[in-house]
């Protein structure tokens, strides 16, 4: 006689597939570590910049030096923005960090869900976009007008999305504080 396999009971398959779903949010480790590796390029670019500075300090003009200036700055909020979606997309998304008590916690990070990130990520790119306009503005005189306006555009574009993304967060109903 032939014995015939029972299905799994329904809360079975339910707990299975749960357990499934739940579990993914591991693949995005991968991914953080991959910006991680980013970050470390960034890190030997800033190095070389700052080294290109530190040789031409006798040599470069005013508004060179401000250019590199600019673009370690750059670099840095680049960097602060890695960081935010490292720590930030990992707390929220894969696992606590139990940081609790440690002296070097970000304070952002005890409050940190999806749409403070989203927020934080939006100004920093608005940061980030004001430094780009910066240094095209003092480079103005090399550049064609249509580069100006369309750099000006797409910064205001990223301030208007900012402030779309902070006034839905507000306009949401949040949980209240224990």
């Given amino acids: 006689m032939k014995s015939e396999a029972l299905p799994l009971p329904v809360e079975t398959r339910g707990k299975f597939l749960s357990t499934i779903l739940f579990g ?9 570590l991959g910006l991680i590796g980013a970050q470390l390029v960034y890190v030997v670019h800033f190095m070389l910049e700052l080294e290109h500075l530190v040789v031409g300090t006798f040599t470069l003009s005013e508004e060179a030096i401000m250019l590199i200036v600019l673009g370690l700055i750059d670099v840095v909020m680049i960097s602060n923005l890695l960081i935010m979606v490292i720590v930030g997309g990992y707390e929220t998304f894969v696992s606590r960090l139990n940081l609790e008590g440690h002296p070097d916690e970000p304070e952002w990070l005890s409050h940190v869900n999806a749409n403070v990130l989203k927020v934080k990520l939006a100004t920093a790119i608005i940061g980030i976009s004001s ?15 249509k580069v100006l306006l369309w ?28």
């Fill in 131 to 145: 430094i780009h306009l910066l240094k095209t503005f003092i480079n103005a005189p090399n550049l064609a007008d």
């Fill in 24 to 32: 993914s949010r591991w693949l995005q480790v991968p991914l953080y």
């Fill in 151 to 178: 750099q000006t555009v797409i910064h205001m574009a990223f301030i208007v999305s900012a402030v779309s993304i902070a006034y839905i967060d507000k306009l949401m109903p949040h949980p209240a504080k224990h």
